[in-house]
């Protein structure tokens, strides 16, 4: 069993930046492969990135590709998600999730395990 727990949401101006922090137990996280999704009031959840099990591989979704970064801290089992120039169109609340192999996964399906979700308000 994986728990996670995210960290880091918050109000932010546009333009503004901000980190968030996701912690997973298990002893074997450097073996999982994780990714950020996120979803706004009204709508559907959406991939924003995913990371394969050691790091060495990203995939981002088009609305964030170059301004969002994710990275993988296996030595804190930690998952992070940095977010630069924000825009009013990046509120939602960010989920993150793992699933039990190396790969990248880009659908909601492909993961087994979710946390439970912090809140980001960028305001204009």
């Known amino acids: 069993q994986v728990q996670l727990v995210e960290s880091g949401g918050g109000l932010v101006q546009a333009g503004g930046s901000r980190r968030l922090s996701c912690a997973a137990s298990g002893r074997t996280f450097s073996s999982y492969g994780m990714g950020w999704f996120r979803q706004a009031p009204g709508k559907e959840r959406e991939f924003v990135a995913a990371i394969g099990g050691s790091g060495g591989r990203t995939v981002y979704g088009d609305s964030v590709e170059g301004r969002f970064t994710i990275s993988k801290d296996n030595g804190k089992n930690t998952l992070y998600l940095q977010m630069n120039s924000l825009q009013p169109e990046d509120t939602a609340v960010y989920y993150c999730?793992?699933?039990?192999?190396?790969?990248?996964?880009?659908?909601?399906?492909?993961?087994?395990?979710w946390g439970q979700g912090t809140p980001v308000t960028v305001s204009s």
């Open positions: 999730a793992a699933l039990r192999a190396n790969y990248i996964g880009l659908q909601i399906t492909s993961y087994e395990y």
